[in-house]
C-alpha cells in the first residue's frame, strides 16, 4: 500500500516539476532585450578584474589578488547570476538576427559553453571556500570564472556590436 502512494507522490511531483519548468521557459522566451538587461546585476562589475589583473602583460596576478578583486564569493555569485542572463542575451540575439545578417553560431555556441564553465567554477569555488582547507582551490576557480567571463562578455560585445549597437552603451556600462 505505501509503494503505490509513493509512486504517485513521486510522479505528482515530477510532472508539478515539468509544468513549473516549462512555464519558465515560456516566460524566459518572451521576456524583451530591455527586460534581460534589468536582469543584470550592475552592483559588481569586472572591470577591476580584467583591466588591471588578467589581460596587461606586465602584471602577473597571484590568484589572492584575483581573489581579492572578483570581491570572493559574493562577486562570485553575481558572476554566476550575470552568466544566465548573458546566456539569456545570446540567445535573444540569435533569435531576433536577421536573416540576411545572422549571428555566427560557433560564437553562440563559445557563449553557451563559457557560461556553463563560469556558473560551474563559481559553484566549485564556492564550495571549496565554504571547506575551510579548500581555500587555494577556491582561489584557482575564481581566476577561472573571473577570465572566462570576461572572455564571454568580449563575445557578447561582439554580437551586439553587429545586431544591437544602440544598446552597447548600456551593455558596457553595466559590465
Not at 8 to 22: E, H, P, S, T
Request: hydrophobic share 50%; glycine share 2%; net charge positive.
Amino acid at each position: 500500500m505505501l509503494l503505490p502512494l509513493l509512486q504517485v507522490i513521486l510522479l505528482g511531483a515530477l510532472l508539478l516539476y515539468l509544468a513549473k519548468w516549462r512555464g519558465s521557459m515560456r516566460r524566459r522566451n518572451i521576456k524583451s532585450w530591455d527586460q534581460l538587461f534589468c536582469q543584470l546585476r550592475t552592483d559588481w562589475s569586472a572591470h577591476a578584474v580584467c583591466d588591471r589583473l588578467l589581460w596587461q602583460e606586465d602584471v602577473n596576478a597571484s590568484h589572492d589578488d584575483i581573489w581579492e578583486k572578483v570581491n570572493g564569493p559574493y562577486g562570485l555569485w553575481v558572476m554566476h547570476q550575470n552568466a544566465r542572463v548573458l546566456l539569456e542575451m545570446a540567445d535573444f540575439a540569435a533569435k531576433h538576427a536577421s536573416p540576411e545578417n545572422p549571428v555566427d553560431p560557433l560564437l553562440l555556441e563559445s557563449i553557451r559553453t563559457d557560461a556553463m564553465q563560469i556558473r560551474l567554477c563559481v559553484l566549485m569555488a564556492i564550495a571549496q571556500y565554504a571547506v575551510n582547507s579548500a581555500k587555494a582551490g577556491a582561489r584557482v576557480n575564481a581566476r577561472r570564472a573571473a577570465e572566462t567571463y570576461v572572455l564571454m562578455a568580449a563575445r557578447l560585445t561582439r554580437i551586439m556590436q553587429e545586431h544591437a549597437a544602440l544598446q552597447l552603451p548600456d551593455f558596457i556600462a553595466a559590465m
